[in-house]
């Protein structure tokens, strides 16, 4: 939800409405009816009269109800222990230690993905062409059921903007998942920013074939120097779109244009012609969807930031036309050692991932900018957003179980003579809101945002981990995604639309 005081910058606040929030004290229906199972034994060894069994009963369904009820950093007690033995049967068993067939000397196909970890489910079939971009790579997630495509973007970023302009620029933001919204093809966005290492090497193509060779030294010489000052702490900025829709949806449109691959691309490519405009009335200059090699590209400095060098170096003195590009079987990591539970190491570099969890007080339009502030040159930071537009059947649904909920809650504390407290008010408040903002036209929105940090590996991790905890004091908490590292990093720094958790029957 989103309020804007007069002549004051919108603040987006979360309602604190959860997916699957508490009925009982707080607890979900599963969680209350496993604690009744657990009360009922040792309520009958009481009424019996067998106290000492019903003590030791009471000890050891002690133990199991806290596992089951009481949370620790976004989970319950029981599923970290259930996480906690998956990982290390993974480790032992040796299922995630990846490495290439490449590397490993197997042959393959050039357009076969090779990708570790969650990535193994994507395929990217080459849809026809698109206006004058070439074929774009769909990208189908076989587990979801999703075809989607993702463009990069050239924008010249919010931050110095004011706050008047950025107030427009949220408002059109808003209009495109709005937009979205009624389309029904599409129903996710993903906009990921990560920061590029700037090692100079498209200055130095660029002055090699513009620099005088009867230029006096002297001059030469500061020109190298001042180079070296400005270029070791130069930093650029990627920033891509992913915009994805269900199969279900997909299906019957795609029939109409042909059916296959091409008629699900056809599907897409109507509604990738409005997001481009309402894209562009964002400030974004340019939208290019992106091709097999260039996706592949993307991906593959996503995993190795040293590698975005030799491709901009390649794209400035290759031949056009004359290169087929990277494939698809090149564009992940070339090993991927064991993970640890709080980094994930890929390619001679290391990543810690973060949920980042938005503040109780609410934030602002481009509040997440120090969130990719480098405080360090060599290191990488990024910042993945993705949304979901839920459909009006969808969103009714959520708002009316929102609303009876919290009726039910505070009837239930009237009765019992509780008064409601600040958080039920505030709840209260916001399913309200919500239910209004429903009803005249808007559109109910998941969201998540994952944000990462990438250093070579022989750097104290820790330390710059600690950096970007410290440029989020204040602002967002940080949630570190313990055990599951590599899916983080996926969601925070590779182009392909995964990061947003599918919650069965939470909401439809």
């Not at 006096?216 to 920033?239: M, N, Y």
Request: glycine share 10%.
């Amino acid at each position: 939800m989103s309020t804007s005081a007069a002549g004051g910058p919108r603040v987006y606040r979360d309602l604190n409405l959860r997916e699957r929030a508490g009925w009982v004290l707080g607890i979900t229906p599963v969680q209350a009816a496993v604690l009744l199972v657990l009360a009922v034994p040792v309520l009958l060894s009481m009424s019996s009269g067998r106290w000492s069994q019903a003590l030791l009963l009471l000890l050891t369904d002690g133990v199991a109800a806290a596992l089951v009820v009481v949370p620790v950093r976004g989970r319950s007690a029981l599923r970290w222990l259930g996480d906690l033995l998956l990982f290390w049967l993974g480790v032992f068993m040796r299922w995630s230690v990846w490495q290439s067939r490449a590397a490993a000397g197997v042959t393959g196909r050039r357009d076969e993905p090779d990708l570790p970890g969650v990535l193994t489910r994507l395929r990217f079939p080459d849809g026809p062409p698109l206006r004058d971009q070439g074929r774009v790579c769909l990208i189908h997630d076989t587990v979801e059921g999703r075809w989607g495509a993702t463009a990069r973007l050239t924008h010249s970023g919010v931050g110095m903007l004011s706050d008047s302009e950025c107030e427009r620029l949220a408002e059109r933001l808003g209009t495109l998942l709005v937009a979205i919204g009624h389309r029904e093809v599409v129903d996710r966005v993903s906009l990921l920013v990560r920061t590029v290492p700037d090692d100079g090497t498209e200055y130095d193509v660029w002055r090699a074939a513009h620099e005088d060779p009867r230029a006096p030294a002297l001059a030469g010489a500061a020109t190298d120097e001042l180079d070296h000052v400005i270029g070791s702490v130069s930093v650029r900025t990627e920033l891509f779109v992913t915009v994805s829709g269900t199969e279900a949806v997909l299906r019957r449109p795609a029939q109409a244009a042909g059916g296959g691959i091409a008629g699900r691309a056809y599907a897409l490519y109507r509604v990738l012609d409005g997001v481009d405009d309402q894209l562009k009335s964002l400030g974004v200059r340019t939208v290019s969807w992106l091709t097999s090699p260039a996706l592949a590209e993307a991906i593959r400095t996503g995993f190795n930031p040293a590698a975005a060098a030799g491709f901009t170096s390649h794209h400035l003195t290759r031949a056009t036309g004359t290169d087929p590009g990277l494939s698809m079987s090149e564009a992940g990591p070339t090993l991927v050692p064991h993970p640890a539970a709080r980094s994930y190491t890929h390619d001679g570099f290391a990543s810690v991932a973060y949920s980042v969890l938005p503040p109780e007080s609410g934030t602002v339009f481009g509040s997440l900018g120090p969130l990719l502030a480098v405080r360090a040159a060599g290191e990488r930071r990024t910042v993945a957003i993705h949304y979901e537009v839920l459909s009006r059947r969808a969103a009714n649904r959520a708002v009316r179980t929102n609303r009876f909920r919290q009726n039910v809650v505070s009837d239930y504390k009237a009765q019992k003579g509780f008064s409601s407290t600040a958080a039920d008010s505030r709840r209260a408040g916001g399913a309200k809101a919500q239910e209004v903002a429903i009803a005249a036209g808007h559109s109910m929105v998941r969201y998540t945002i994952a944000s990462a940090i990438t250093v070579p590996a022989d750097w104290n991790l820790e330390d710059h981990a600690a950096k970007l905890e410290n440029d989020a004091s204040g602002r967002f908490r940080l949630l570190r995604l313990e055990l599951a590292q590599d899916s983080g990093f996926v969601a925070a720094a590779v182009p392909v639309g995964i990061g947003l958790p599918r919650l069965r029957g939470a909401l439809d």
